[in-house]
């Protein structure tokens, strides 16, 4: 399975902007599939995860702004996020695995597959 991100870009602070991931090869089956986020001189953090049972986790810094959502018919994962904040700027990775154990954790090792990213600079 390969992950392509697109979407990202500049907005301002309030702004919107959704991303895309989508999945090639699915001979492999996804199970747990989501968005991971590194700010500059920052770790790598979790954003939004989504399992086939459409079970999602959020990190507390995005609930209530960020969805996350997942079309299989199409292979794609979508994160529609609104009132961007300038802290939500960095590298955003869509990540997916497809072990059955999957919980949607954060752990970023439980995640096998990562796209080569999409940029997203939020200005105040």
């Known amino acids: 399975v390969r992950l392509v991100e697109s979407g990202g870009g500049s907005v301002q602070a309030g702004g919107s902007l959704t991303l895309s991931c989508v999945a090639s090869d699915y001979s492999r089956i996804v199970t747990c599939i989501g968005w991971f986020r590194q700010a500059p001189g920052k770790e790598l953090e979790g954003v939004a995860i989504i399992d086939r049972n459409t079970n999602t986790n959020y990190a507390d810094s995005v609930e209530g702004r960020f969805t996350i959502a997942r079309d299989e018919s199409k292979n794609t994962l979508d994160l529609h996020m609104i009132n961007l904040k300038p802290e939500d700027t960095g590298m955003y990775y869509c990540?997916?695995?497809?072990?059955?154990?999957?919980?949607?954790?954060?752990?970023?090792?439980?995640?096998?597959?990562w796209g080569q990213g999409t940029q997203v600079t939020v200005s105040s």
């Open positions: 990540a997916a695995t497809t072990s059955i154990y999957c919980t949607g954790s954060f752990q970023q090792y439980s995640y096998g597959i």
